[in-house]
């Protein structure tokens, strides 16, 4: 088993969970515009489509109380978070 103390630590930009919560809520905005317009695929094609903004939006939420307990200092704030 190697040593944990060996192992470096991940560069910032891949610890980050914004880039991904923003591409991840453009996509499924994207597809709920496709739908939208052109009516393409089942009845809960859109329904689907709002959920999946619905998710990113909560990740979003998540993330931001996360940083602001960091911030303050919280004990129960999430570790690891780079907070500028």
Not at 25 to 47: E, F, H, K, Q
Not at 59 to 80: C, D
Request: net charge negative.
């Amino acid at each position: 088993m190697p040593d944990v103390s060996q192992i470096p630590e991940l560069p910032a930009k891949l610890r980050a969970p914004e880039p991904v919560i923003v591409i991840g809520m453009l996509i499924w905005a994207a597809a709920t515009l496709i739908v939208w317009l052109t009516d393409v695929g089942p009845d809960s094609a859109l329904t689907i489509c709002l959920v999946g903004l619905g998710v990113g939006v909560l990740g979003t939420t998540i993330v931001l109380v996360q940083k602001a307990a960091v911030r303050r200092g919280s004990r129960g704030a999430q570790e690891g978070l780079d907070v500028p």
